[in-house]
C-alpha cells in the first residue's frame, strides 16, 4: 500500500508490479503520482509541466526518426535508377 501525497488515500501498489519511475494516477483525485521509491513504495506528485515537457521531447524524438526514414527512401529511389 502506498499513500497519495495530494488526498492521503490508500492506494494498492505492489511493489513487484512497477518499477521506480512508473507513473499511475491517484483513483480517488486524479493525480499524476510517480513511484518514487519500491521499498517500501512511495509516490510524489508529477507537475503538470513536467508531464508536458516529456511529451514534447517524445514527439520530437519522434519527428527526428521519421526524418530518419525518409532519407533512407530517397537514397533507395537514387539505387533504382
Known amino acids: 500500500m502506498a499513500t497519495c501525497p495530494e ?12 518499477d521506480k519511475g512508473d507513473l499511475i494516477s ?16 512511495e509516490l510524489e506528485a508529477v507537475d503538470a509541466a513536467d508531464d508536458e515537457d516529456d511529451d514534447e521531447e517524445e514527439a520530437e524524438d519522434f519527428d ?6 525518409d532519407d533512407d527512401a530517397d537514397d533507395a529511389d537514387d539505387v533504382d535508377e
Not at 491517484?26 to 513504495?41: A, K
Not at 527526428?64 to 526514414?69: E, G, L, N, T, V
Open 7 to 18: 488526498c492521503d488515500a490508500e492506494i494498492e501498489v505492489d511493489e513487484f508490479d512497477v
Open 26 to 41: 491517484c483513483p480517488d483525485c486524479g493525480s499524476n503520482l510517480e513511484v518514487s521509491s519500491l521499498s517500501p513504495v
Open 64 to 69: 527526428d526518426d521519421d526524418d530518419a526514414d
